[in-house]
């Protein structure tokens, strides 16, 4: 079974540093996906980025990008230049890409967190 | 362009009532999930489907049913609502196939079970 593991219930960052979340998962397939979401506090789901367990490069979406480690098995979100909008829940999520996991996601427990100005 | 539309978005209940949520996707998407998300657990996953007529049990099932009669919606059902199933109820919805891509969720519907 896969598991995903935040070990972050709260994060701290001060307004245009970086800031990394942590995220580590457990899944005994070869092929799989991870995610990370936005939730703010008005509560909707943010697509931020996805990384595919074969993909050779990190991947990175503006500000966003994703700190792939295969052999450690983390997936540990990293946001540049922080702005008080990122003030957020954010979960990390993984899906098994193979025919019966029928793009199901498992989700992280979550982190929260608070950009100071 | 809705995307993805839950109804309602806020309702308490007392234990024992019944109620449905109603997911509706613009989007001619296969796949459509039922999440409930809890302080501290994440979103955890209750049915899904995979196509108009199907669905199946995802990690947190019981004391819910579902219905997808049409492509377009996917119903969740609480036949006798308890106080343990107050939570923050999300659908969401995939293209479908073996790169399915990310999941697309609706605003989410808060429940409350008194």
């Known amino acids: 079974a896969q598991k995903i593991t935040q070990t972050q219930p709260g994060m701290f960052v001060q307004e245009k540093e970086a800031v990394t979340l942590d995220c580590t998962y457990d899944t005994s397939d070869p092929s799989y996906g991870l995610f990370w979401y936005k939730q703010p506090s008005s509560g909707e789901m943010i697509f931020l980025i996805y990384?595919?367990?074969?993909?050779?490069q990190n991947a990175t979406e503006g500000r966003y990008s994703l700190n792939f480690q295969k052999a450690r098995k983390s997936a540990n979100l990293v946001i540049s230049a922080s702005q008080l909008g990122d003030s957020a829940m954010y979960f990390c999520?993984?899906?098994?890409?193979?025919?019966?996991?029928?793009?199901?996601?498992?989700f992280g427990q979550g982190t929260i967190l608070t950009v100071h100005p | 362009n809705a995307g993805v539309t839950q109804t309602p978005k806020f309702r308490v209940l007392k234990t024992g009532q019944s109620m449905t949520l109603l997911c509706a996707q613009d989007m001619n998407h296969e796949y459509m999930y039922w999440y409930r998300q809890d302080p501290g657990m994440g979103l955890r996953l209750i049915h899904y489907?995979?196509?108009?007529?199907?669905?199946a049990k995802g990690e947190v099932p019981d004391g819910y049913n579902v219905s997808r009669l049409k492509k377009q919606n996917f119903l969740l059902g609480l036949e006798s609502a308890a106080p343990s199933q107050t939570s923050v109820y999300f659908c969401?919805?995939?293209?479908?196939?073996?790169?399915?891509?990310?999941?697309?969720f609706g605003e989410g519907s808060r429940l409350t079970v008194l």
């Open positions: 990384q595919g367990s074969y993909d050779q």
């Open positions: 999520a993984m899906r098994e890409v193979r025919g019966t996991s029928y793009g199901k996601l498992t």
């Open positions: 969401a919805t995939s293209r479908g196939g073996l790169h399915t891509g990310e999941l697309f």
């Open positions: 489907s995979v196509g108009e007529g199907t669905t």
